[in-house]
């Protein structure tokens, strides 16, 4: 038997459609959007900087000749 049966091409035809229209939705917006043939990631604005970043600069005292914090003796 070298054949597919009909259960197995319409169940793999229901699985592709279904796959290709999430990957569809994860990259551009919705059919009925205006802008559908745009991607997503060029309709998002930009993500602001995160607290994290700004947490790990420098104080402005160390870049002026100021003194480093109090740190911890290395042992």
């Known amino acids: 038997d070298y054949w597919?049966?009909?259960?197995d091409v319409c169940v793999g035809l229901a699985l592709g459609w279904f796959i290709a229209f999430v990957v569809y939705l994860k990259l551009y917006p919705f059919f009925t959007h205006p802008m559908c043939d745009v991607p997503l990631y060029t309709l998002r604005p930009a993500r602001p900087a995160k607290a994290s970043n700004i947490?790990?600069?420098?104080?402005?005292?160390?870049?002026?000749g100021g003194t480093l914090p109090n740190?911890?003796?290395?042992v």
């Open 55 to 64: 947490a790990l600069q420098r104080p402005e005292s160390t870049l002026e």
């Open 71 to 74: 740190l911890p003796a290395a």
């Open 4 to 7: 597919h049966h009909v259960s």
